[in-house]
């Protein structure tokens, strides 16, 4: 009973490179969410998806890019890290938009 | 713009030592606010939702309750393991925003012996 799966949980990447960041959910719920928590800043919404096939954006989408593979699945994707993008990232569900949230445990990236 | 404000930011509790959290909001139309308990190195864990005014829900030591403007977490005589960073989180009832949760920046709560 995994719940909300992230992966990687650590990963340091130098300026320019891409990555993806995996998310999944046995939770059969419908809605998923990326937020990143910074130090001060509390958590923000980068992208979610309402159901599968929908994704729309959050607070601070910029430099980001989601794709929501199947029910289960929500990736979010880094094309040109910057240093500004050092963070900790946080998938979360719901089984409806609105609903109370289930996280994953973290990505914490650092961009150098 | 809607906004969250948690405070203290940081509180620390002998055991048994009760207290609050509170979250003061400011959002067009509630729909609903949201608990978190969040360890180190750890995502979020939830703990209550409230829909409104008046409400109140508990969990062990926990109690939290809703205003139209606030919202308290009450700690009952707490043990070092409730030692954690508490965050709310409230729910707008409309328009392009509804779903989202808008995080406070939390309160990181130490309980020691």
């Known amino acids: 009973n995994a719940g909300v799966t992230q992966t990687p949980k650590f990963q340091v990447l130098k300026t320019g490179q891409s990555m993806t960041l995996q998310c999944a959910q046995d939770?059969?719920?419908?809605?998923m969410y990326w937020y990143r928590q910074d130090p001060g800043m509390g958590l923000r919404l980068i992208y979610y998806?309402?159901?599968?096939?929908?994704?729309d954006k959050g607070e601070v989408p910029n430099g980001y890019n989601v794709s929501r593979l199947n029910k289960r699945e929500f990736s979010l994707r880094l094309e040109s890290a910057a240093p500004s993008q050092t963070s900790v990232y946080f998938c979360?569900?719901?089984?409806?938009?609105?609903?109370?949230?289930?996280f994953g445990s973290g990505t914490r990236l650092t961009v150098v | 713009e809607d906004q969250v404000t948690q405070s203290p930011e940081a509180l620390r509790l002998q055991e048994g030592e009760s207290s609050s959290l509170n979250c003061s909001y400011t959002?067009?139309?509630?729909?609903?606010l949201f608990w978190y308990r969040q360890d180190p190195g750890k995502g979020p864990e939830f703990l209550f939702t409230?829909?409104?005014a008046g409400e109140e829900k508990e969990k062990e030591r926990l109690k939290a309750t809703l205003t139209k403007k606030e919202s308290f977490l009450h700690i009952t005589a707490p043990k070092p393991e409730d030692s954690a960073t508490y965050l709310c989180?409230?729910?707008?009832?409309?328009?392009?925003?509804?779903?989202?949760?808008?995080f406070g920046r939390g309160t990181q709560l130490t309980v020691w012996p």
């Open positions: 998806s309402a159901s599968e096939g929908t994704t």
């Open positions: 989180a409230v729910q707008p009832d409309r328009g392009s925003t509804l779903g989202r949760l808008y």
């Open positions: 959002v067009s139309g509630l729909r609903g």
């Open positions: 409230l829909y409104s």
């Open positions: 939770m059969n719920h419908n809605s």
């Open positions: 979360a569900t719901s089984l409806r938009l609105g609903d109370g949230y289930t």
